[in-house]
């Protein structure tokens, strides 16, 4: 069973930047890729980015297009999100799934495992 945990959350000034990190383990096969999602209160959970394993390609909603960047780190099994310039509405609990197989990267329902979350708050 793979597991999936998010760290580097927190409080933090509008304008200011945090790192998230997202370690994987228990993987028994290359999977296709990783993502990173968000959900605010009362709002539903939105794609935020994905990076496909293998090849690097990243994608980004457009809200955050130009301020986070996703990467990872294959020989550690750990995807980061680099957050900057943040915003108080991107305040949300960040979570990190795991797409087994190769297709669409922004539907939530398509990723196999999921983390438990992360907390985070942007002040203004």
């Given at each position: 069973?793979?597991?999936?945990?998010?760290?580097?959350?927190?409080?933090?000034?509008?304008?200011?930047?945090?790192?998230?990190?997202?370690?994987?383990?228990?993987?028994?096969?290359?999977?296709?890729?990783?993502?990173?999602?968000?959900?605010?209160?009362?709002?539903?959970?939105?794609?935020?980015?994905?990076?496909?394993?293998?090849?690097?390609?990243?994608?980004?909603?457009?809200?955050?297009?130009g301020r986070f960047t996703i990467s990872r780190d294959n020989a550690k099994n750990?995807?980061?999100?680099?957050?900057n310039c943040l915003k108080p509405e991107d305040t949300a609990v960040y979570f990190?799934?795991?797409?087994?197989?190769?297709?669409?990267?922004?539907?939530?329902?398509?990723?196999?495992?999921?983390?438990?979350?992360?907390?985070?708050?942007?002040?203004?």
């Amino acid at each position: 069973q793979v597991q999936l945990v998010e760290s580097g959350g927190g409080l933090v000034q509008a304008g200011g930047s945090l790192r998230l990190s997202c370690a994987a383990s228990g993987r028994r096969f290359s999977s296709y890729a990783m993502g990173w999602f968000r959900q605010a209160p009362g709002k539903e959970r939105e794609f935020v980015a994905a990076i496909t394993l293998s090849e690097g390609s990243t994608y980004y909603a457009d809200s955050v297009k130009g301020r986070f960047t996703i990467s990872r780190d294959n020989a550690k099994n750990t995807v980061y999100l680099q957050m900057n310039c943040l915003k108080p509405e991107d305040t949300a609990v960040y979570f990190c799934a795991e797409r087994v197989y190769r297709g669409s990267y922004y539907q939530s329902n398509d990723y196999n495992y999921w983390g438990q979350g992360t907390q985070v708050t942007v002040s203004s």
